[in-house]
């Protein structure tokens, strides 16, 4: 079964907005920091935004911070990344990850334990 699973990719125009889903698979997901990266063709793993067990502390990439929000309903098992003021360069597949440590937040891939296959994101200018 996996874990997590994103939703919500597509086509959209610059100006934009979208918001990606991420369905974990059972509550124990509720118990794990959820963050979100993004891969671009020939480009690195980068680190967007993270959100804690219960939404009371959140981390973001300064290259999205004020556009790019963290949120989720844990009675859904269920993260969400809401963007705004969508660009050409945030076209991207985008990744959702839980890492099992509660409280400490990382912004490397390597510190997560578990990613959803990823959904295409796609900004046209």
């Known amino acids: 079964q996996v874990p997590l699973v994103e939703s919500g990719g597509g086509l959209v125009q610059a100006g934009a907005s979208m918001t990606l889903a991420c369905a974990a698979s059972d509550h124990t997901f509720n118990n794990y920091i959820m963050g979100w990266f993004r891969q671009a063709p020939g480009k690195e793993r980068e680190f967007l935004a993270a959100?804690?067990?219960?939404?009371?502390?959140?981390r973001y990439a300064e290259s999205v911070k004020g556009r790019f929000t963290a949120s989720r309903d844990n009675a859904k098992n269920t993260a969400y990344l809401q963007m705004n003021s969508l660009k050409p360069e945030d076209t991207a597949v985008y990744y959702c990850?839980?890492?099992?440590?509660?409280?400490?937040?990382?912004?490397?891939?390597?510190?997560?334990?578990?990613w959803g296959p990823g959904t295409q994101v796609t900004v046209s200018s």
């Open positions: 959100i804690n067990w219960s939404s009371s502390s959140t």
């Open positions: 990850a839980a890492r099992r440590s509660p409280i400490t937040f990382s912004t490397s891939p390597v510190g997560y334990d578990y």
